[in-house]
């Protein structure tokens, strides 16, 4: 597709339960992101791919959350344990380059709710 | 710590008029500031940036201004359309990191009514 593209679009889980959210960044976009928008909340920030290396994981929220990246292309966040306060709409992003302003592409986000 | 801020949570405008939308930010390293549109079930779509050494930027209908030592910028929307009803989004990032963390506010819900 054209786009990126997330899934699933929607999650219901189990507290305690691990989940994992997948993520196909638009081909060839070399740098991909994750967010999270929490009910009420701006969208927040929680790691950044460079090819498959994370330089920065500074946003995410515990250890409870882990992120890979294979093949320059595809990514998964997983959430060990899920909390109820894990419940939010998870966002991937993916742009051509490092460091290009502007120019992060969104998919249409991963619904997790956590009961 | 919201560094990147929002206070309007709604606006409602009528069709054809200016829509203004604000953001306030805290951080002063921020140089490089965004502004994303988003439909419900949709993920953010990029609409319109501006860099910190500019004060102005404008790209047909939408204008953003930026006033640096008022850490504030605004959206506006000139003509207002139905289209644009949606969340628009600020954010803002540090390009000195050498890539876009961006920091966004919680969003403003825009309703233009024909």
């Known amino acids: 597709g054209a786009g990126v593209s997330q899934s699933p679009s929607n999650k219901v889980t189990e507290k305690g339960k691990d989940v994992e959210l997948r993520c196909d960044p638009i081909s060839g976009h070399t740098a991909l992101y994750w967010y999270r928008q929490s009910l009420g909340q701006g969208l927040e920030f929680l790691i950044y791919?460079?090819?498959?290396?994370?330089?920065?994981k500074s946003g995410l929220p515990s250890d409870r959350f882990s992120a890979e990246r294979t093949g320059g292309s595809v990514s998964t966040l997983t959430i060990q344990r899920t909390q109820q306060e894990d419940s939010a709409v998870y966002l991937c992003?993916?742009?051509?380059?490092?460091?290009?302003?502007?120019?992060?592409?969104f998919g249409p986000g991963t619904r997790l709710l956590v009961l | 710590d919201q560094q990147v801020k929002q206070n309007s949570p709604s606006l409602s405008v009528q069709e054809g008029r200016i829509s203004i939308l604000n953001c306030d930010y805290t951080?002063?390293?921020?140089?490089?500031f965004l502004w994303y549109k988003k439909y419900p079930a949709e993920g953010p779509t990029f609409l319109i940036s501006i860099s910190s050494i500019k004060d102005k930027n404008e790209d047909g209908r939408f204008t953003v201004f930026l006033n640096k030592s008022a850490k504030h910028l605004s959206l506006h929307i000139v003509p207002s359309q139905p289209g644009d009803s949606a969340v628009y989004f600020c954010?803002?990032?540090?390009?000195?990191?050498?890539?876009?963390?961006?920091?966004f506010g919680t969003g403003t819900r825009l309703l233009v009514s024909p």
């Open positions: 951080n002063s390293m921020f140089d490089y």
């Open positions: 791919f460079q090819g498959n290396s994370a330089p920065d």
């Open positions: 992003a993916s742009s051509l380059k490092r460091g290009d302003p502007g120019t992060q592409y």
């Open positions: 954010a803002a990032s540090d390009l000195k990191t050498g890539f876009q963390k961006l920091v």
